[in-house]
């Protein structure tokens, strides 16, 4: 099976700040890459499909890039209502394994 | 606008079986994938399985021997049976749309199961 490796697996960044956070993918999985937003005790949030597509209603300071295995979600500008964990997920085939997380915080 | 819900006992004990209904209000089940994915206290998100309209579904290999995926389009709902439970088997389950190309779209709420004695 893929797996799916994110790093890092948390990050502490100001407002206002750019993050980057990366997904790699064990094999090719072309463009079947989304990003979800998790906060505590809510509902996974989905921000990007296929790689690099902004989900309706998501803020345009999130975008994601990649194709085949390496893939980078970024925040232009972090304020602080993305305080959260985000996951990347490959759905190219099953199983649609999700990376590990990676908790973005403050600092 | 299509909602998800998902219900089932909040509690189960060990080697019993976990169900879980999702019911899907505003749409039909037609034309989509429906999954579960769970996310265990402390821990990251774990797909568990996927099911097309047409009825066929994908499962997590470490899951496989003991889950199964059903749904019923005459009642608009989609449901979750996993076998012989364990504690690890406690989380917050949930239940989603899947859409193609567009990735997992629309959530249920969540229901928190705890596999306990």
């Known amino acids: 099976d893929i797996q799916m490796t994110q790093s890092p697996s948390s990050l502490s960044a100001s407002v206002g700040d750019r993050v980057t956070i990366t997904c790699r993918a064990s094999q090719d999985i072309s463009n079947y890459l989304a990003w979800y937003q998790l906060k505590p005790g809510k509902v996974p949030k989905l921000l990007i499909y296929a790689a690099s597509s902004l989900q309706s209603g998501v803020p345009s300071r999130f975008s994601g890039s990649g194709s085949g295995t390496d893939f980078t979600l970024t925040i232009s500008s972090l304020q602080p209502e993305d305080v959260a964990t985000y996951y990347c997920q490959k759905y190219n085939s099953a199983p649609w394994t999700f990376g590990q997380g990676t908790k973005v915080e403050i600092k | 606008q299509v909602q998800l819900q998902e219900s089932g006992p909040g509690l189960v004990r060990p080697s019993e079986t976990l169900s879980l209904t999702c019911t899907v209000s505003?749409?039909?089940?037609?034309?989509?994938?429906w999954g579960w994915v769970r996310q265990p206290p402390g821990k990251g998100l774990e797909w568990i399985g996927h099911?097309?309209?047409?009825?066929?579904?994908k499962y997590s290999p470490s899951l496989t021997s003991r889950l199964t995926i059903s749904v019923d389009t005459s009642n608009n709902q989609f449901s979750l049976n996993l076998r012989s439970v364990t504690a690890a088997d406690t989380a917050v389950y949930f239940c989603?749309?899947?859409?193609?190309?567009?990735?997992?779209?629309?959530w249920g709420q969540g229901t928190t199961v705890i596999v306990t004695s």
């Open positions: 989603a749309r899947f859409s193609g190309i567009y990735g997992m779209d629309v």
């Open positions: 505003g749409g039909s089940l037609t034309s989509f994938s």
């Open positions: 099911i097309y309209d047409r009825g066929s579904a």
